[in-house]
Every structure is written in structure tokens, then in C-alpha cells.
């Protein structure tokens, strides 16, 4: 029974409401209620989640870009897969450049293993595609020919008797030199009738064409992905060579020993030359020895891929974040406790709280680039190259600008409610705080800071989401390598595939944004001090 | 603190010499408390009564040091009170405990602060030490907000009690109370009192409550301009039974007589602001216009 309440209490926490009537479900408890509850909090958002899909899936095919048409929910997904294989190739040729002795044998032999099933695999799919390919020919033809066919005749046949008409009118045009006036009348109004008639028939012409065009509308799934299939295995067996390259004549093993056996030879042979030789062979061995230190400490080169490009934008979003907190809190203290501190500093914060992040970048792009005018050789920067774990993420200038950046532009939520937390505080307590003749600092840490707690947390929350948000947007400015560079790159790209990955962008920066929000939320009812919370 | 000066026991401990409070710039200053003396023995325990906005709480602000006379002075054991100080423990109305602490981490706050050469272990002794006395021992790990009303009031109590004060300035202290839990309440300060004797003042409007706690109930007159008028001693043998109390003819007697006199300066009070008929200035709408579309007397014409 308590470990029910010790979990409905965490779901409570985290926030996660929705999950509490299927707790209570599972336990029995007022099924009925239960059931209303989850279709509420779960059945009705996933069919309103459902019908979101269904509606986009619907429409995004109807509009047309430079990128191909807009991406549907299913494309969006595969573009999520091809994101992956990338990064998954490429920390697999990471890893399989630093493999050595058994290990990569047995690697190169697994990969050399599967670029033969790849090659049958592929001759397979190409197969399928030129089925497809065929299928399609002749479904095109049954459902578009007709069509074709009928405009076409019917363009033919109203042409033959435009002409007809014409012809016959301009023959009879000819022997009414000396007809009457009626005559004439007459004539005109037989070339209205035959104006109108020639009107009729482009009007059915036009419908044709437009029936003609609309088959030609027609699209084929089964191209599409018989494609794509075909797509991936490319890729696949791209990757595969290059893998096996460098598990085999480029690795770092091999290459190390090429270049020992070598360097061995040409002492041999120095050892032994005669004069003129000497000089060459000896720097020949240096310049051996050279290659063989630089060779092995080298490492594979590898591209941005989008999962680490995740991880730099949150070390970048938290460095902002705890630049902000380390700003404003100090600050917004100082103004809870004095108003005279609060009239000072109300004119900046309403000054510069509406300014844009895309106005700060530049301006601190350029100041951060005052204090590093040779980044590669930056003591500051170059301290970040010594820590474990960051130094994966390559610290430079564009990275601390958007740091800077998303400080400068989420640090006013907080500053505001610290400072209205701290000028809460209960009168009474202050009263206690005189009697015990509490002093300055105890006070603020006391009383004071604890009081405001659950309004800076709340401000913290709000600075994170905006910090998350600008963040995005600097990134892409700033080329700083990050989500925002990603979406950068497939914007210039322009490629439908990297359409469709801008879009699985969205929902990776969605995501993310929601877990950072529901972090803080957790956070905060961890220090509001009147919600029923176990702390400690 | 750590001297006490040996005080000659006929002479006030606490007073209140000649006090006034104000208001408000000098020309128009409205005095709360008004040419105000107060004589307090030590170890006396006084209850001061009045109705609820004739400057109670100023009272004891005064007291306490947590707020200055505009005129007249305050003193303890002779010397002017200038600011608050643990010597003069107060227990608020509001309980005003810290939420975020423990009952423990509250009272901890105050003996840390007030003591702060006790040894880790003598800190520990001390604090449970008054958590028991108040019998809170089994909530001493909780919130406030997991206490009842009158448990909280108790970690009030035992938070002052605590600091070891010379003087108990208690401020309405029971009157969020329930009846239960308030007449339990005033029987453990009274123990309490009876086992360590204090200076104490008490301010109420209860007077049952009163006469069980107090030696002297001194009334104090209707705001503004209040102030102290002459005391009803309480001649009741201690240790005082409430069961067995109501049957005393004292009692009977003090509870008429107090009871008749605050109802007699209820009406003088009514009295006098009757006699005090301000004339409102005119008020009449400017404009006669239909205030608004909904108005229905204006869409029925």
C-alpha cells in the first residue's frame, strides 16, 4: 500500500499526472473513475496526437518546393533512420581506425563478409526497383494513356473540323461578292455561330487536359521506396569500403608497421652506404621517424553527426544556463533586499529584457573575439582541451558566444522572480530573525535565500526553456557547431532528404526542450516547501 | 547576557514609562498607544486584555524592542530596551515558523544562535530537551506543515522557551486555537511556568483565559489613543484547576467585574464615536448617462 503512495507521490513530482490513474487501475482503486481518467489524460491526447499525423501526412503532400514536397510523418521517419546509419558509420570507421591485432582481423573479415551480402542484397533490390520501375511504366500507361489518348484525339478532331469550318466559310465568303445585305448579315451571323462553336470546344479540350494532368498526378509508393532501399544498401556498401580501407591497408596498425619495416630498411641500408647516399638515406630516417610519431598518436577524422551535435548544444545551453543563474540570482537578491538596488537596476532590466538574441550574437561574437585573437593558442580555451569529457566538444569562440548569448537572453526571468521571492519574505520571520539578533549573512542564508527558493526555481525553469530556445537560433547564426548548425547545413543542402531531417530536428529540439522543462519542474516542487515532499 | 545583574525584586523587572505611539507626520500624528505605563515584577505573570485593534500587538512590539516609542522609554531590569534580543523571548500569533525546517531545525536555529559556545552534544540535549517538554518528541523529524495548530504553537513555545529568555512576551498566542486544543495548551504554560518561574506577559482577549494564566489582567482601553488602566488582581490560589475553578466565587466575581467593565467601555466607546458625526461631502453622479448598454432600466424606456 505505501510503495502505491511512494509511487503516485513520484508521479506527482515529475509531474507525469497522466500515469497515476493507471496506477490506481493497477491497484484496484475505483476502476471506473480510473477508466474516465486515462481517457482523458492518455486516450485523448494520442487521438488527438493521431489525427495531428493524419492531417499533416494529408496536406504536406500538396505543396510543392525546391526541396521536393513537404515531408510527410513517414518520411520524416526514415529521416530520422538516415541520421542514425550516419553517425552510426561513422563512429564505427572511429572506432575501426584504432582497432588492433586480432580484433580488427576479425572485424575486417566480418565487414569483408557482409559487403558480399550487401553486393547480393543490392543486385536484389535493383532488381525490385526495375520491377517496380516496369509495374509503374504500365500503371502509368493504363491510367494515363486514356487519358492522354483522349485529349489528344479529341485535340485532332476539333482542329480537322475548325479547319473544316474555316475553310467552308471562307469558300462561301468568296461568292457572296454580289450578295445582298441580308446575304451578308446572313454570312456574319454563320461566322459567330461557327466563333461560338470553335469557344465550346476548347472548353471540353481544357477539361480533357485537365483530367489528362491529374492522372499524371499519380504517384507510385512502391518506386519510392524500392528506391530508397536501393539508397540505403549504397550507402551501406560506401560505407564498407572505406571501412574496410581503413580496418585493412589504412589503419593505424598497418601503417605503423609499413613504416617501421621501412624506417629498418633504410638504417640497414645507411649503416652500409657508401658517401653520396648518406645524406638522403639520413633524412630519409628522420623524416621516417617524424611520420611514425605523428601516425601514432592520429586519430580518425570524424564528421559532426547529429547525435554529438545534441550533446554540444546541451553543454552549450548549460554553460549559458549557469552563467545566467551565476548573474542573476546574486543580482536579484541584491534587489529583493533593497529597493533603492531595485529602482537602479528596473531601467536596464526593462531596457534589455526585449532584445533580441540575434542583436547580442554578433556584438559578442566580436568582443569574445577581442579577448582571442589566436583561439588555437588560448590558454582559457585551451584549458577545456585538458577536461575529461568536454574536450571531446572542442571549446572555441562561436561555442562561448552562444553560451553568452543564451545568458544575456534568459537571465532576466530569473533575475525578476529571485527578486520577488526575496522580497516575499514573511514579516514575522523577519521578526524572529531580530529577536535571535540573526546576522546579515545568516539571515540571507537562513531565512531570506530559503524563503525565495521555490520563486527562483521557477524563474531558473522559465531561463532554461528560453535559454533552450535561443540557443537554437545562435547556434545557426554563429555556425558554432550544434543543432542549430545541423539545421544550417540541410537548410543549404537542400536536398529533400535533409528537408525531411530538418523536421526530425523539430521534434528532437521539442523533445529535449520538454525533458529540460520537466527537470526543472521536478526540481522545484523539490524546494517549494509546502507541497507534501519527503526531502532528504 | 551571560551577567544577569541582581535586581531588587520591589522594583519594576519590565515598564513601559510614559510611552506613546504614532503615526503619520508630526502635525497630524494619530497615537496608537497614548502616554502608556507598565510595571511588570519579575517572575509576575501579567495578562493584558483588550479588544482585538486597540494596539495589542504594538504592545508588545514595544516590549519586545522590535519596534521604538516615539516617546517615553522602555526598560528591563533598568536599562532602555533599544532592539530585540533573546533576553525577551516572543512566541507570535502566527506561530511563524520557518516551513522549510523540522521541528528540530527550528528550534535548533534559535539555541545555535543564542548559544553558539554549546558543544554538538550539549546542543542536541538542549533542543530535545524542550521538544519534550512541549511533548513533541515524536514529531521532531516533521514539517510544520505536517503539524496540527496547536502542535505548531507548541514548537513556537518550545523554540522560545529555548533561548532561555528572563521575560515571555507571548502575543495572542492561543487565539488560532480550538477550545480544546487552547485550554491544553494554556494548562502546559502554566506547568511550565509554575516549574521555572518567568516574567511573563500575555496578551488575549479571552478573559477565562486570563484569569486561570494571569496574577494581574490589566485592560487596556479602546484604540485610537489606547491605554492601560488600572489592574485587577487575581488573588486565586496556584496551582489553579479550571475544572474546579468556575465554582470559585473569585472567579465568579473577577470574570463579572472585567467582563462588565470591557462591555462598559465597549459602549463609552460607541458613545464617543456617536457624538463624533462627520457630514459626508455630497456625492452625486456627474453625468446621468446610461452607464452601460446592459443597463436594463435604460433599454426598457
Redesign the interface.
Given at each position: 500500500m505505501s510503495a502505491k503512495y511512494t509511487i503516485l507521490k513520484g508521479i506527482d513530482i515529475a509531474g507525469l499526472n497522466f500515469l497515476s490513474p493507471v496506477v490506481r487501475l493497477a491497484t484496484g482503486e475505483e476502476p471506473a473513475k480510473q477508466m474516465k481518467e486515462i481517457g482523458r489524460l492518455i486516450v485523448i491526447p494520442t487521438l488527438a496526437f493521431l489525427a495531428f499525423f493524419w492531417l499533416w501526412a494529408v496536406v504536406a503532400p500538396k505543396h510543392r518546393t525546391k526541396s521536393g514536397e513537404v515531408p510527410t510523418p513517414s518520411v520524416v521517419w526514415d529521416a530520422r533512420a538516415g541520421i542514425w546509419r550516419f553517425h552510426n558509420y561513422e563512429t564505427a570507421k572511429q572506432d575501426g581506425f584504432l582497432l588492433q591485432g586480432k580484433e580488427r582481423e576479425t572485424e575486417l573479415a566480418r565487414a569483408t563478409a557482409r559487403i558480399a551480402e550487401v553486393g547480393m542484397l543490392e543486385k536484389i533490390a535493383r532488381q525490385q526497383l526495375t520491377a517496380a520501375r516496369e509495374a509503374s511504366t504500365v500503371k502509368f500507361d493504363t491510367t494515363v494513356a486514356p487519358a492522354k489518348n483522349a485529349y489528344d484525339t479529341l485535340r485532332e478532331i476539333s482542329r480537322e473540323s475548325r479547319k473544316g469550318r474555316t475553310a467552308a466559310l471562307k469558300a462561301e465568303a468568296a461568292t457572296l461578292n454580289t450578295a445582298t445585305e441580308e446575304a451578308r448579315l446572313a454570312f456574319l451571323q454563320k461566322l459567330r455561330d461557327t466563333q461560338a462553336r470553335t469557344e465550346i470546344d476548347k472548353l471540353e479540350l481544357a477539361k480533357l487536359k485537365d483530367r489528362y494532368e491529374e492522372a499524371q498526378e499519380i504517384t507510385f509508393p512502391e518506386v519510392k521506396d524500392a528506391t530508397r532501399a536501393n539508397t540505403v544498401l549504397a550507402e551501406e556498401k560506401q560505407f564498407l569500403v572505406k571501412y574496410i580501407d581503413m580496418l585493412g591497408k589504412d589503419s593505424r596498425e598497418l601503417k605503423l608497421a609499413a613504416a617501421k619495416t621501412k624506417l629498418k630498411e633504410t638504417r640497414t641500408s645507411f649503416l652500409t652506404a657508401t658517401e653520396g647516399d648518406l645524406y638522403r638515406l639520413g633524412s630519409g630516417i628522420i623524416k621516417n621517424e617524424k611520420f611514425i610519431k605523428t601516425t601514432a598518436s592520429s586519430k580518425y577524422a570524424k564528421p559532426w553527426t547529429l547525435p554529438k551535435q545534441i550533446v554540444r548544444s546541451l553543454l552549450c545551453v548549460f554553460a549559458g544556463f549557469l552563467l545566467a543563474s551565476a548573474i542573476a540570482i546574486p543580482i536579484g537578491i541584491l534587489c529583493g533586499l533593497s529597493a533603492t538596488f531595485m529602482a537602479a537596476m528596473t531601467p536596464f532590466i526593462a531596457l534589455f529584457k526585449p532584445v533580441s538574441p540575434l542583436v547580442w550574437l554578433p556584438i559578442i561574437m566580436i568582443i569574445i573575439g577581442g579577448f582571442m585573437p589566436d583561439p588555437e593558442n588560448n590558454a582559457f580555451l585551451m584549458f577545456f582541451d585538458k577536461v575529461p569529457f568536454i574536450k571531446n566538444y572542442k571549446i572555441d569562440p562561436m561555442f562561448l558566444s552562444s553560451a553568452v548569448t543564451v545568458a544575456l537572453c534568459s537571465l532576466w526571468a530569473t533575475l525578476v522572480n529571485t527578486a520577488l521571492g526575496v522580497g516575499a519574505v514573511?514579516k514575522?520571520?523577519m521578526?524572529?530573525a531580530?529577536?535571535?539578533?540573526?546576522g546579515f549573512w545568516?539571515r540571507l542564508f537562513?531565512?531570506v535565500i530559503?524563503t525565495a527558493?521555490p520563486l527562483i526555481f521557477a524563474g531558473l525553469r522559465i531561463s532554461l526553456g528560453v535559454g533552450w530556445m535561443v540557443l537554437v537560433a545562435a547556434e545557426i547564426l554563429s555556425t558554432s557547431e550544434g543543432i542549430g548548425k545541423f539545421v544550417n547545413d540541410m537548410y543549404t543542402n537542400g536536398s529533400s532528404e535533409s528537408f525531411a531531417q530538418m523536421f526530425v530536428v523539430v521534434f528532437i529540439v521539442g523533445i529535449i526542450g520538454m525533458l529540460l522543462d520537466r527537470i526543472m519542474v521536478v526540481f522545484q516542487r523539490l524546494v517549494s516547501?509546502?507541497s507534501?515532499v519527503p526531502a532528504g | 547576557m551571560s551577567t544577569i545583574t541582581p535586581f531588587p525584586t520591589s522594583a519594576p523587572f519590565l515598564a513601559l514609562n510614559d510611552v506613546s505611539v504614532g503615526f503619520g507626520p508630526e502635525n497630524k500624528r494619530v497615537n496608537v498607544l497614548e502616554n502608556t505605563n507598565l510595571e511588570v515584577k519579575e517572575n509576575e505573570f501579567v495578562a493584558i486584555i483588550g479588544f482585538s485593534g486597540s494596539g495589542k500587538s504594538t504592545l508588545v512590539s514595544l516590549l519586545a524592542g522590535l519596534q521604538r516609542p516615539t516617546t517615553g522609554t522602555v526598560t528591563m531590569a533598568g536599562e532602555i530596551v533599544t532592539r530585540p534580543g533573546p533576553r525577551r523571548g516572543v512566541m507570535f500569533q502566527s506561530y511563524s515558523l520557518l516551513p522549510w525546517l523540522s521541528v528540530y531545525r527550528n528550534i535548533e536555529l534559535a539555541v545555535k544562535q543564542v548559544f553558539p559556545k554549546k558543544s554538538k552534544v550539549e546542543l542536541r540535549e538542549h533542543i530535545e530537551h524542550y521538544i519534550e517538554m512541549v511533548h513533541l518528541t515524536p514529531a521532531r523529524d516533521k514539517k510544520p506543515h505536517e503539524l496540527s495548530g496547536g502542535m505548531r504553537q507548541r514548537v513556537s513555545l518550545a523554540r522560545t522557551l529555548s533561548m532561555q529568555p528572563e521575560v515571555l512576551l507571548l502575543d495572542e498566542p492561543l487565539s488560532a486555537l480550538d477550545a480544546l486544543n487552547r485550554a491544553v495548551l494554556q494548562d502546559e504554560i502554566l506547568q511550565i511556568w509554575e516549574q521555572q518561574k518567568k516574567t511573563v506577559v500575555i496578551i488575549t482577549n479571552d478573559v477565562d483565559e486570563a484569569i486561570l494564566m494571569a496574577d494581574r489582567i490589566i485592560p487596556l482601553t479602546m484604540g485610537p489613543r489606547a491605554n492601560l488602566d488600572t489592574a485587577f488582581p487575581v488573588g486565586l490560589e496556584r496551582p489553579r484547576d479550571r475544572r474546579t475553578l468556575t465554582e470559585n466565587p473569585e472567579y465568579k466575581f473577577l470574570k463579572t467585574e472585567i467582563t462588565s467593565y470591557l462591555v462598559g467601555m465597549n459602549r463609552t466607546a460607541n458613545e464617543s464615536r456617536d457624538s463624533r458625526i462627520v457630514t459626508m461631502p455630497e456625492v452625486s453622479p456627474r453625468d446621468f448617462n446610461p452607464v452601460s448598454k446592459n443597463d436594463r432600466s435604460v433599454r426598457s424606456r
Open positions: 514573511d514575522d520571520h521578526n524572529v531580530r529577536v535571535l539578533r540573526l545568516s537562513k531565512i530559503p527558493l516547501f509546502d507534501a | -
